[in-house]
């Protein structure tokens, strides 16, 4: 792909016209940062190291945090990087990279959360049959379809970008390697390309939410016939936090990529891409630790652990 173009490199232009504040961003959004991992490494080594925590849901939750944690980790550290640095170049094939594994990243993560709104219409709906609709294999194989459908999506749209000749400018007004930013340099005029993108795009984002919409019409309709106040709030609170998770990838996601290049705005779009690409992964593990009882009480458990542990010592 490099040979047909003049582009060998990228410039991030990223937060670059706010001067002295990127020093005050750095430090924001590294902390962020540290937190986000801390997060999800601690709800991945709580499900795996806690018994309780083996089923189904929590399975589809250590995925999706390990997931968003890799997604953090492609985009984070450079941006970290560019705020404290004049030379904020990225190679042709770094930049495809790292759109690569974004898109990856990013749409496993849009599959995982369908998949998991499966999991509760089938917890709720069905749950005499639960133990048969959810078996371990069935997990393991909706898991490995999530990851491979990703990446594979996400390899047609990054060849659908990079295929095309870039021979003008090479400085990209977003802080890392995203679609509508870096196929506006194109030299050449992409109709067929973007269609394909905004298609595989909507495929990503309406059809799983649309899925889940209907999962939750059911699993709503099934709470309201529970005779008691207690047994609705159990139930509606084992689905909110999935929700609160689905309405703020979703709703930022769709806002950015339904829609046509030609529409990009460069500062809404990197606000916008600022809340999924960070408060969405830093809201995962918060919410799942803050509104979960079987989570903090795991928490707790392994705090106690290491508390004894370190006592022996």
């Given at each position: 792909?490099?040979?047909?173009?003049?582009?060998?490199?990228?410039?991030?232009?990223?937060?670059?016209?706010?001067?002295?504040?990127?020093?005050?961003?750095?430090?924001?959004?590294?902390?962020?940062?540290?937190?986000?991992?801390?997060?999800?490494?601690?709800?991945?080594?709580?499900?795996?190291?806690?018994?309780?925590?083996?089923?189904?849901?929590?399975?589809?939750?250590c995925i999706l945090s390990i997931s968003e944690t890799l997604y953090?980790?492609?985009?984070?550290?450079?941006?970290?990087?560019?705020?404290?640095?004049?030379?904020?170049?990225?190679?042709?094939?770094?930049?495809?990279?790292?759109?690569?594994?974004?898109?990856?990243?990013?749409?496993?993560?849009?599959?995982?959360?369908?998949?998991?709104?499966?999991?509760?219409?089938?917890?709720?709906?069905?749950?005499?049959?639960?133990?048969?609709?959810?078996?371990?294999?069935?997990?393991?194989?909706?898991?490995?379809?999530?990851?491979?459908?990703?990446?594979?999506?996400?390899?047609?749209?990054?060849?659908?970008?990079?295929?095309?000749?870039?021979?003008?400018?090479?400085?990209?007004?977003?802080?890392?390697?995203?679609?509508?930013?870096?196929?506006?340099?194109?030299?050449?005029?992409?109709?067929?390309?973007?269609?394909?993108?905004?298609?595989?795009?909507?495929?990503?984002?309406?059809?799983?939410?649309?899925?889940?919409?209907?999962?939750?019409?059911?699993?709503?309709?099934?709470?309201?016939?529970?005779?008691?106040?207690?047994?609705?709030?159990?139930?509606?609170?084992?689905?909110?936090s999935h929700l609160t998770v689905v309405i703020v990838h979703y709703?930022?996601?769709?806002?950015?990529?339904?829609?046509?290049?030609?529409?990009?705005?460069?500062?809404?779009?990197?606000?916008?891409?600022?809340?999924?690409?960070?408060?969405?992964?830093?809201?995962?593990?918060?919410?799942?630790?803050?509104?979960?009882?079987?989570?903090?009480?795991?928490?707790?458990?392994?705090?106690?652990?290491?508390?004894?542990?370190?006592?022996?010592?």
């Amino acid at each position: 792909m490099a040979n047909s173009s003049f582009v060998t490199e990228f410039l991030l232009l990223g937060f670059s016209s706010l001067g002295e504040l990127q020093l005050v961003l750095f430090v924001v959004f590294f902390s962020l940062y540290l937190i986000i991992l801390s997060g999800n490494i601690t709800i991945i080594s709580v499900i795996l190291l806690d018994r309780s925590l083996h089923t189904p849901m929590y399975f589809f939750l250590c995925i999706l945090s390990i997931s968003e944690t890799l997604y953090t980790i492609v985009i984070l550290p450079k941006m970290l990087i560019n705020l404290l640095s004049v030379l904020r170049t990225l190679s042709f094939l770094s930049c495809a990279t790292q759109m690569f594994f974004f898109l990856g990243f990013a749409v496993t993560n849009c599959l995982l959360l369908g998949v998991m709104g499966y999991d509760r219409y089938a917890a709720i709906c069905q749950p005499l049959h639960y133990p048969i609709l959810m078996r371990w294999r069935v997990c393991g194989q909706l898991a490995v379809t999530c990851i491979v459908s990703g990446f594979l999506i996400s390899l047609v749209g990054t060849t659908l970008v990079f295929s095309l000749p870039f021979c003008g400018s090479n400085k990209v007004n977003h802080y890392f390697c995203d679609i509508s930013p870096v196929i506006r340099l194109a030299c050449a005029d992409s109709p067929i390309n973007e269609l394909i993108i905004f298609i595989c795009g909507a495929l990503v984002l309406v059809v799983p939410f649309i899925f889940i919409c209907v999962s939750y019409g059911f699993i709503v309709h099934t709470i309201l016939r529970i005779p008691s106040a207690e047994g609705k709030r159990k139930a509606f609170s084992t689905c909110a936090s999935h929700l609160t998770v689905v309405i703020v990838h979703y709703g930022c996601a769709s806002s950015v990529y339904l829609r046509p290049s030609a529409k990009y705005t460069s500062g809404k779009d990197r606000l916008v891409t600022v809340t999924y690409t960070i408060i969405t992964p830093l809201l995962n593990p918060m919410v799942y630790s803050l509104r979960n009882k079987d989570v903090q009480m795991a928490i707790w458990k392994m705090i106690g652990k290491t508390g004894l542990s370190l006592k022996t010592l």
